[in-house]
């Protein structure tokens, strides 16, 4: 049973970049699933959300709007579009199985000209 996450890299301010989470060893269409990050200073936040079937969808206030989490039941993955890039953004972002103590290892996002 694992998360595994992936397309972390650097890019400048206003950039796009798409993170990618593989789920292995459940269930994955029955489960919510979760993004969060951990940006200097700061304790770990909630990003987004995703019902199972893709049923809704939500996000932290200060992703609304720039960012877009959507899911792959075929593949068993879950993606996080980032546009419109901050330096505020930079961090580790990990998915989650909602609910959950399963956590990925975490893929960083470092957003800098």
């Known amino acids: 049973v694992q998360l595994v996450e992936s397309g972390g890299g650097l890019v400048q301010p206003g950039g796009s970049l798409r993170l990618s989470c593989a789920a292995s060893g459940f269930p994955f269409n029955f489960y919510d699933m979760n993004w969060y990050r951990h940006t200097p200073g700061k304790e770990r936040e909630f990003v987004a959300t995703?019902?199972?079937?893709?049923?809704?969808?939500n996000y932290a206030d200060s992703v609304k709007g720039r960012f877009t989490i959507s899911r792959d039941d075929g593949l068993n993955r879950v993606y996080l579009q980032m546009t419109r890039l901050k330096s505020e953004d930079t961090g580790v972002y990990y998915c989650?199985?909602?609910?959950?103590?399963?956590w990925g290892q975490g893929t960083q996002v470092t957003v800098s000209s």
């Open positions: 989650r199985r909602a609910g959950t103590s399963l």
């Open positions: 995703i019902g199972s079937r893709s049923l809704y969808t």
